[in-house]
């Protein structure tokens, strides 16, 4: 397919190929996303419209627009505080994120920091640990009580011991740090990637003119890098906007709840639809929910728009 | 039109897509599970497989018991752990090419998997007199609408466990006792207790709520956690959680094991650890404790049954037979409590001397006397998220009790109403 | 000239002193992690403000790789990694570029789309996708689990790399077009070369998720000896009340490691050949 032996006669043919040629290039990946992405989201709007639940698991039927009628019940308040929270959550991370991330990849390409290939290792560990490892560290080597070690700090300090989970704010801010903590060394890594691109002969013609640190950064590095970031960053955004583990493990996890009553979107439908077994109904509020999150593209759309 | 094209284009790849894949490794595979058999057939017999999410420890001495007296039969029973069995059941329940034959898990969630349609009653392929000798408890609780699904094997319940070395005097046998006790010894700025307990975790609470007479969810799923018992037993709760730490399994447990902890309230499953830190431990059975009414303290227990998948009570109905039977001999029930440190379900376990001289299952069996099983209807599986909401919302948050239990018990309904 | 080295050294300093309590910090969970894994209880957690275990020992990580499969597992880990890489990079690589290259309808709004698809929730797939494999017998397979893996990652990478594809001036492309490269030479020796840090940022987070993914595996799989190494430990230790933390860490370490050290060795790969080849755009 990809080899194709280029004819170099007439203009028509080589028009009609490259109109094809793109779609037979892309065509693999769209039929892989297809099965995985497409095909699930489709049986999930199927299963909406059934009563598919446990006591109809095999012979389940099609009732129609019922459960998308109890799916927008859900719709209350709760949800609605629940999506601002979810909302609150992406930018903070974001806009964190993405600073902090530019500075230490910035500090990492300054010419002759030899160790920044140690640094950038160590720095990606966090990454390199499955994720509900990670998690669980924190909960408990960290946030616990009176064994986890920011306790441990504050007590060596002479302050009191703090509960860093039982209130929405410092737990909100405790899963922050940890989002933080464990999605950083992805965008650093991005970030340096990007400004691996960058041609340096500009900062040199930039330095000739005088252009200090400040200048040069925001003149000739971040414009050089945004096209490249603007992917990665929209994919992070919307991994945070559905970031559901970290609250979820943190927080309410059966059996170890810590008091908080924290909820994003995820969390609100997991706990309002999904425990219940109910797969006709949670699909629905999945399709809902999902719907949110469209809208919620269409916020980002406008980065989305200068680059397609 | 273009676009269109290609969607259709896509269609026709993907299906020729699968069509090539699935055939290909559904060769292997077919070949692959095919051998297995062969194999099996040749030197082991029939294979019984019963998935289960504990302590593999304690399965592998039921599976070596079994396997021993079925040597005979050319039977081989496999366990096999699966993480989030309940979700496991839900997708291969059902499955007789790569689901299990049976399992065995906590008897809370048997009303779920029978109404979801993956059981056969046991009672379909044994007599009722297999299961007869069991404590009477523990068959209710494998009991779901008037028929048995669950044999049972062994029960777990909280204990109170204590450091001998750093309890002084007697254990009290009232709970009043018991929190002047613990106001007396509790200094939680040094950090060190008299007693901990996972007091925001509503299978830890249930002493309380039962011994008040409250509950989490009645017969008819109905919720109760605005019932006024289940709220007094609640509020008498909090004044011992607030002595009693943070209530994290990881915390309490290793305040005890550091001796930091003069006492927990815990179940069997601590064992193992608290022996390892070498605390030296005494038992003290809840039910000995009377609270401020006269009730004993009444924990939940859970029962660890086997259940039977309906495909394999009608395909491999006597291997199954020979399994659950061989399952329910009481001396599988004495290599449990001795090799494991679990409280068999088989009465007549309980006349092996070993056994009957195991401090912490004596406590076991005496507290299976007030002990109430969870109950096993499939409403339960969403009460504990409200209930430990609660729970959480009154002893760590500080909200109030009854705008809380108002809302959580809103929260409950709803859920029930959605399993529908 | 000489003031202006000083300057530079004192900032290098200092920027070093920067990384290394940057580090320092980042790795605090980890250190935790590492003393767990090296203290002798079975607890593990104590109540010391130490970062180092009184008596450290070695028998967790003994326990882990000779109690637990955990070569086989590290092997599995390798098969389904290498197999999605290929299955994921060698779509999304041609994809990226059409996207990147081509003007042609329907382009804005199929890479529109694949953005919005990549918004749903990958967890509720997978009751769509039990079912779907089942039916075409794809479930205890390697084939199976490669092709979930490889889709989820596909937009992500394909929306990665077009952003740096599109980086690439298409001067150096038509140079070598004159020169009479076909199409598909032009995307393996002209491309391929120039967006090498892309292309293995991308594979490495290909590579991540593969690595630590669980609940795919450990649905999917039905043998506890086809497992990964994340489905593994997720296995051995999912539960509260069976975890020992010990050997719970020792093996979250031996996990990550190999993750590191592919990690340190891509690195000098990293630099583009754009500007290492000093073509100016």
Redesign the interface.
């Known amino acids: 397919m990809l080899c194709a032996p280029l004819f170099r006669d007439g203009v028509n043919s080589m028009k009609n190929r490259q109109k094809i040629r793109p779609w037979t290039y892309s065509l693999p990946a769209l039929i892989l996303i297809g099965i995985i992405v497409v095909f699930p989201i489709l049986y999930t709007g199927y299963i909406s419209l059934t009563n598919m639940n446990l006591y109809h698991w095999d012979d389940y039927h099609i009732i129609g627009l019922e459960n998308f009628a109890r799916a927008l019940t859900k719709v209350d308040s709760g949800f609605l505080g629940a999506l601002a929270t979810t909302i609150l959550w992406t930018v903070l991370n974001m806009v964190i994120q993405v600073v902090l991330a530019f500075f230490i990849a910035l500090g990492l390409n300054v010419k002759g920091l030899k160790l920044s290939r140690f640094y950038k290792t160590l720095l990606m560990f966090p990454w390199a640990m499955p994720a509900y490892i990670s998690i669980l560290l924190w909960r408990v080597g960290m946030y616990n009580t009176e064994f986890g070690f920011l306790n441990k700090v504050l007590a060596a300090l002479g302050f009191e011991k703090m509960n860093f989970l039982s209130e929405n704010v410092p737990a909100f801010i405790s899963c922050m740090v940890l989002n933080l903590w464990m999605a950083l060394p992805f965008m650093i890594m991005m970030m340096d990637s990007a400004l691996q691109s960058v041609d340096k002969s500009y900062y040199e013609s930039a330095k000739l003119d005088g252009a200090g640190f400040w200048k040069q950064t925001w003149y000739i590095t971040v414009p050089a890098i945004r096209p490249i970031l603007i992917p990665s960053v929209i994919m992070t955004t919307f991994t945070t906007f559905k970031q559901f583990d970290i609250v979820y493990l943190l927080t309410m996890q059966k059996g170890s709840l810590s008091g908080a009553t924290l909820q994003t979107i995820i969390t609100y439908a997991h706990q309002n639809a999904f425990v219940s077994n109910n797969y006709g109904l949670s699909s629905a509020v999945s399709i809902v929910i999902f719907g949110f999150i469209i809208l919620f593209s269409l916020f980002t759309n406008r980065g989305v728009k200068e680059e397609a | 039109m ?2 269109k094209i ?1 969607m259709i ?3 026709t ?2 299906t020729t ?2 069509a090539g ?2 055939s ?3 060769n ?3 070949t692959s599970t095919e051998e297995g058999k062969e194999e099996t057939s040749a030197n082991e017999g029939e294979v019984v497989s019963i998935w289960h ?3 593999e420890a304690i399965m592998k001495v039921i599976e070596d018991q079994v396997n021993e007296e079925l040597s005979d039969d050319n039977i081989t029973v496999k366990f ?5 069995l309940t ?2 059941i ?2 291969y329940g ?2 007789a090419e ?1 689901g299990p034959d049976m399992y065995m898990y906590a008897h809370d969630s048997l009303g ?1 998997f029978v ?4 059981l056969s009653p046991i009672t379909d392929v044994v007599d009722e007199s297999v299961y007869a000798d069991m404590l009477p408890m523990t068959q209710e609780a494998g009991n779901y609408k008037g028929e048995q699904y669950l044999l049972p094997v062994y029960f777990e319940t909280l204990l109170f466990m204590y450091n001998k070395d750093l309890w002084e005097g007697e254990v009290p046998s009232t709970t009043e006792d018991l929190y002047a006790y613990m106001q007396e010894h509790t200094d939680a700025d040094a ?1 060190t207790y008299a007693v901990v307990n ?1 007091h ?2 509503a ?1 830890n609470v249930s002493p309380f709520i039962n011994g008040f007479g409250g509950y989490i969810i009645d017969e008819d799923a109905n919720p109760g956690l605005t019932d006024e018992k289940t709220k007094e037993a609640i509020e008498y709760n909090k004044k011992f959680a607030e002595l009693q ?2 209530g ?4 309490v ?3 005890f ?2 001796g ?1 902890a003069a006492a927990i309230v815990g179940g069997p ?1 601590l064992i ?2 608290i022996k ?2 070498g605390i030296n431990l005494g038992i003290k059975s809840l039910s000995d404790f009377t609270l401020p009414n006269g009730n004993s303290l009444a924990p939940y227990s859970g029962i660890q049954g086997v259940g039977v998948m309906k495909h394999a009570a009608e395909e491999k109905k006597d291997a199954v037979a020979k399994v659950l039977t061989a399952i329910s001999d009481p001396e599988v029930g004495i290599a449990l409590a001795k090799e494991a440190s679990c409280a068999p379900a088989n009465q007549k376990a309980y006349e092996d001397e070993a056994v009957k001289s195991d401090e912490m299952i004596a406590a076991m069996e005496r507290t299976a006397e007030t002990a109430e099983p969870m109950p096993n209807i ?1 409403e339960m ?2 009460m ?2 409200p209930a ?2 609660l ?3 009154v ?3 500080g909200d109030d009790l009854d705008a809380a239990a108002e809302q959580y018990q809103k929260e409950a309904e ?3 109403t ?3 | 000239m000489r003031t202006k080295k000083i300057k530079h050294m004192t900032g290098l300093t200092i920027l070093n002193l920067f990384f290394l309590i940057l580090c320092f910090l980042t790795l605090i969970p980890i250190l935790y992690a590492v003393s767990l894994s090296l203290s002798n209880g079975s607890s593990g957690l104590s109540s010391g403000v130490s970062l180092w275990p009184k008596d450290a020992t070695m028998k967790n990580y003994v326990a882990i790789l000779t109690e637990e499969p955990f070569l086989l597992w590290l092997k599995n880990s390798v098969i389904l990694s290498v197999g999605t890489m290929i299955l994921a990079m060698g779509t999304a690589i041609t994809a990226a570029y059409a996207f990147s290259r081509y003007r042609f309808k329907g382009r804005s709004g199929v890479l529109k789309m694949l953005l919005i698809l990549n918004a749903f929730p990958q967890i509720l797939s997978m009751f769509a996708i039990f079912r779907l494999f089942k039916t075409f017998h794809l479930l205890n397979s390697y084939i199976g689990l490669i092709i979930v893996y490889a889709g989820s990652m596909c937009i992500f990478s394909i929306w990665n790399m077009k952003g740096y594809f599109d980086t690439i001036p298409v001067e150096i492309e038509e140079a070598a077009r004159i020169d009479g490269a076909s199409s598909g030479q032009l995307l393996i020796k002209v491309v391929l070369p120039l967006a090498r840090p892309a292309i293995i940022v991308t594979a490495v987070m290909v590579l991540i998720f593969v690595w630590n993914e669980y609940l795919f595996s450990t649905t999917f799989m039905m043998n506890a000896d086809s497992y990964t190494l994340a489905a593994g430990l997720y296995q051995l230790q999912s539960g509260d009340y069976s975890r020992s933390w010990p050997l719970f860490s020792a093996a979250a370490i031996l996990v990550s490691i190999p993750i590191l050290i592919v990690f340190f060795c891509i690195q000098k790969y990293m630099v583009s050949g754009l500007t290492a080849g000093g073509v100016k755009g």
């Not at chain 2, 096999?80 to 989030?84: A, D, T, V």
């Open positions: 273009r676009r290609a284009l896509c269609a790849m993907v897509l699968f894949c699935g290909g490794t559904e292997t595979v077919a999410d504990g302590d096999e752990k699966k993480s989030g979700d496991q839900k997708l059902n499955d790569s779920t109404e979801m349609g993956v950090g996972q925001s975790t299978y730490a943070d994290d399994y990881n915390t447990t290793t305040l094991n550091e930091k499953w193992s650890g390892d830190a499939p599986s969403v504990w998220g430990e909401s729970l959480a919302a002893n760590k948050s709803a859920a029930i959605d399993m529908q």
